[in-house]
């Protein structure tokens, strides 16, 4: 074989603590550091994801007349990933590309994978058409059947659908897809509002909130360089303030120059109509019009509006982290000129596997194959079409394999075998850096810049080095 056919393995191992950049950004250049809370400031294990699994089945049981038959079912800690679109319509839970194309052997009824032809026969093809994709925030909305789930806390909501709609299946119940999409989602959200998770996670906060230390050290950081910081969170005070102890300690409140809470993202990006509400530290609302925010203060709902207006804080010299690239990141950077910052937790996991020999090895002899097949097909005769059809054959195996190596049902929360998912393609759009967690910053000094790896585009020859930002 010609040697320009075989790829060089690559040693390149990326650092999972690196901060990955889709757009040119300085740090130098920014002012002002705001945060979301769940997730970003408070990093949750996963114990958090059975708690809000468990509550919600029983929910479901009590109050919308569920089958008791459901609590044979726990919380599956690695079923399903993150940025999976559901079909509202059709009850089913899969995984989309940036073309729209729905990756085969990803579409789930249940805990089951639904055959390809069958897919095939209900969507007359693999193409999601954009009218029925989820809207912009991923909400399946004013016609759209897709759902998208983008947040971390999304990964129990799907793991209870895929279980009930399991136990249906088993015991031959007709349901109505439509009414078990509203029942989990309301009962996920009945979690949340009644406070159930919040209590639990203040009785124990030690089981719940994981990498503390690393938390407050960057908080520390960018405090002690003069930068100013806010938190703008839809969770309520109370749950906010003992974590926040729990993380920094009682004296918090000094490092935020201003704190939001139940600020109802993405709305508060949106609506200008609410203003911003003073709350006492225990949780008094106050009538009094604001016309400053100040540090120290506690400040309920308001609107992205109000508070640029009142800060006077603009566009480029803000850096804004968050966890859902939709609810927090995609209005601050397209109407607002915000920088901004994804923390995706699960690049840890899969930097660590694209690390390993056998992932290395794989993806060099896929890339191999595929160099071959392309070279190759020109070759019409039998012989040649029988080796070049075991190589197919062989390429789709190992690409089953790839996919498998990060989660046996969905694959990689980046990648359909070689293009982007629907995920990632948002991501590279409202998020100028990424990372899988705010501890990452503590590897840059305040005056990096942050490049982004020219990759080449298809017709450009790809004749730079490869280089890798490792924060030596």
């Known amino acids: ?12 191992f990326v650092n999972p603590d690196t901060i990955f950049a889709n757009n040119q950004m300085s740090l130098q250049d920014i002012e002002i550091y705001g945060f979301d809370y769940d ?4 990093f949750y294990s996963s114990h958090l994801h059975t708690l809000i699994f468990n509550i919600a089945r029983d929910i479901l049981i009590h109050e919308h007349r569920y089958p008791e038959g459901l609590r044979e079912y726990d919380y599956i800690p690695n079923f399903v990933i993150r940025g999976l679109h559901y079909d509202v319509q059709k009850a089913l839970l899969m ?4 073309f729209h194309y729905i990756q085969l052997g990803t579409v789930y009824r249940g805990l089951n994978p639904v055959p390809e032809k069958e897919v095939i026969a209900m969507y007359e093809g693999s193409h999601v058409p954009l009218e029925i994709m989820s809207d912009f925030y991923g909400k399946s909305s004013h016609g759209h059947t897709m759902k998208q789930f ?3 806390f999304s990964l129990p909501e799907m793991t209870l659908l895929s279980c009930v709609s399991d136990y249906f299946m088993k015991h031959n119940i007709d349901y109505e897809p439509v009414h078990l999409y509203k029942d989990v989602k309301e009962a996920i959200g009945d979690v949340h509002v009644r406070g159930i998770m919040y209590r639990a996670v203040e009785a124990d906060i030690e089981k719940y909130i994981c990498y503390a230390e690393q938390t407050h050290a960057v908080l520390r ?8 910081m806010f938190l703008i969170t839809n969770s309520p005070f109370d749950f906010v303030d003992r974590g926040m102890n729990y993380i920094v300690g009682k004296d918090w409140r000094d490092l935020f120059d201003v704190v939001i809470v139940q600020a109802d993202k993405p709305g508060f990006f949106n609506d200008r109509r609410k203003p911003f509400r003073r709350v006492t530290d225990k949780g008094v609302l106050l009538w009094d019009r604001i016309h400053h925010l100040e540090k120290g203060q506690i400040y309920k709902q308001g609107n992205l509006y109000e508070f640029l207006r009142l800060t006077g804080w603009r566009g480029s010299k803000v850096l ?3 966890d859902h690239i939709y609810s927090d990141l995609a209005d601050l950077t397209l109407k607002h000129g915000w920088r901004t910052g994804a923390i995706i937790p699960e690049l840890r ?8 020999e056998e992932y290395v090895h794989t993806m060099t002899w896929l890339q191999a194959l595929t160099g071959l097949l392309e070279h190759m097909q020109v070759h019409r005769d039998s012989a040649s079409q029988m080796v070049i059809q075991q190589w197919i054959n062989e390429r789709e195996e190992m690409r089953l394999r790839t996919k498998d190596i990060f989660n046996a049902q969905f694959g990689s929360l980046f990648r359909t075998y070689h293009n982007p998912t629907y995920f990632t393609r948002r991501l590279s759009r409202f998020a100028d850096i990424y990372m899988a967690s705010l501890s990452c910053l503590l590897n840059y000094d305040l005056q990096h810049t942050f490049y982004p790896r020219r990759t080449p585009l298809q017709h450009e020859s790809p004749i730079w080095p490869e280089q890798t930002s490792i924060p030596l």
């Open 150 to 152: 983008m947040d971390i």
């Open 1 to 12: 074989l010609p040697s320009y056919l075989i790829p060089v393995i690559s040693k390149n």
């Open 39 to 42: 997730y970003t400031l408070a």
């Open 320 to 322: 804004y982290f968050g």
């Open 221 to 228: 950081k960018l405090s002690e360089n003069g930068k100013k």
């Open 349 to 356: 996991k899969e930097i660590k596997i694209m690390n390993t």
């Open 95 to 98: 995984k989309i590309d940036a």
